[in-house]
């Protein structure tokens, strides 16, 4: 008898770390395999005979960066109704939208086939993934921290990361299975579409788990006094809602924690393949290999800097992963560039960027839900990470692009994440030691 309650709380708590996690790795799945795949979209969506082949890379990148800017209106329409009604409608609604758009995506008709309407119904497609995107993150967050034990945030929340980091794996082995397996025309002609249409079953398997999900304890016990009309002793009509003020400088003071992690990330994980194609001569297969490499890396580290902040703090095993990529950057980056380096050294470089990577995104989650009350923590560090995310990720592949194209200089990227990483360091100094201990606010 008195252990059906604790069962009953893991089963809810396991419950909701698939359910949280899975549609986090539809979106990243489908995200990876769009910058996978992002010279072969922009011959098939932005090419015409007065296009040049970086002028279009760089369109398609544009595309990539429009459904960035979208994020953080989904992050702010869907935090809301999520703050409002609960986490697990609102994550359903955005499983579906994200399902639905990526899917399209694989049936889109190309430039050979209508034209200059191609690239504006890609576009309009990635604007509704974006939505949906940044819709998922601060629920997906909200659940798994609001259901994790206090000495376990950061580990519950790893799972977040580590979903990104497989879901970006899976799409990178799809993208080289199906690179091996057909030719370059059948590539070119449909074999793009391929993992874009397996979001479909994907998207139906994690809407069934999302559907058995339960509402988070934190969320229920706001509705509980909500109900009762008691919250902290006096008349709900007189609690005042979560301080604006205090959430925008929260806000922004997560878009300065995040940014190094968001740079760092997609120029490491994501951009890489296009860089090593279009800068460095390699092959197709070679920079898939690459990126496959650095996202082992990343998965590798995440969990364990998830629990290893619960013990020590997100402070020191944060600032530690920003403070590495600064001192690594132009090393990793040149033996890239090296034509003496051998092959094994190039994959240990890739494969050390995505582990000190992983050091930030591993606590990363959990210490942006201990930023916001929970009455404001699914619109808050959605709208802290859509924001970082969309100026620092989703612009990563057009800076970087645009740069190397105007300056010649194939040390961008290096430049980029190093810059970026520098200001997350200060800004996660600003981390109070004791934040990982506290349980989460109301």
């Given amino acids: ?65 429009l459904a960035f800017f979208f994020r953080p209106i989904g992050a702010a329409v869907f935090g809301r109704v999520g703050d409002r009604i609960g986490r697990r409608p609102t994550l359903i609604i955005v499983l579906l939208l994200m399902t639905l758009s990526t899917t399209l995506i694989g049936i889109l008709p190309t430039y050979a086939t209508v034209g200059a309407a191609a690239p ?16 998922e993150f601060g629920g997906a967050v909200s659940i798994m921290t609001e259901f994790a034990p206090k000495t376990k945030r950061g580990l519950y929340g790893a799972w977040q990361s580590l979903t990104v980091a497989l879901g970006l794996l899976v799409g990178a082995g799809l993208a080289a299975i199906v690179a091996t397996v057909l030719s370059e025309e059948a590539l070119n002609d449909w074999g793009w579409r ?8 994907l998207g139906l398997v994690a809407l069934w788990l999302r559907l058995r999900l339960d509402e988070t304890p934190n969320f229920e016990r706001l509705q509980q006094e909500a109900r009762t009309g008691e919250v902290a002793g006096r008349n709900v009509a007189q609690v005042p809602p979560a301080d604006k003020a205090e959430v925008a400088k ?33 092959t197709f297969q070679q920079a898939l290999v690459a990126t496959v490499l650095a996202n082992l890396g990343f998965a590798v580290s995440i969990m364990p800097a998830g629990w290893l902040s619960d013990r020590i703090g997100r402070r020191p095993v944060m600032v530690t992963g920003a403070a590495l990529v600064v001192v690594l950057a132009f090393p990793l980056m040149n033996l890239l560039q090296d034509k003496e380096s051998s092959t094994a050294a190039k994959g240990i470089a890739v494969f050390v960027a995505g582990l000190v990577v992983g050091l930030m995104a591993g606590p990363g989650p959990a210490m942006l839900a201990e930023m916001f009350p929970t009455r404001a923590r699914y619109t808050g560090l959605g709208l802290a990470y859509s924001l970082s995310n969309a100026v620092f990720s989703g612009c990563a592949g057009l800076i970087i692009t645009e740069l190397i194209k105007r300056t010649k200089n194939v040390d961008i990227p290096a ?27 109301d």
């Fill in 194 to 201: 391929v993992p874009f249409l397996l979001a479909l079953p």
């Fill in 1 to 65: 008898m008195s252990t059906a309650p604790a069962t009953l709380d893991v089963r809810r708590t396991r419950r909701s770390l698939v359910a949280g996690t899975v549609g986090n790795f539809v979106e990243w799945y489908e995200f990876g395999a769009y910058g996978f795949f992002a010279t072969v979209i922009a011959a098939n969506f932005f090419s015409s005979t007065s296009t040049s082949d970086a002028e279009s890379l760089i369109k398609t990148y544009a595309s990539f960066a």
């Fill in 250 to 282: 929260a806000i922004a003071l997560g878009i300065g924690r995040l940014m190094g992690w968001s740079a760092a990330g997609y120029t490491f994980l994501v951009v890489m393949p296009s860089y090593l194609q279009a800068t460095l001569n390699a």
């Fill in 415 to 441: 430049y980029y994440v190093a810059v970026t990483c520098a200001v997350s360091v200060v800004a996660l100094l600003t981390l109070r030691g004791d934040d990982y201990k506290r349980e989460l606010r």
């Fill in 120 to 135: 504006w119904l890609l576009t309009l497609v990635r604007a509704l993934q974006g939505l949906s995107a940044g819709g």
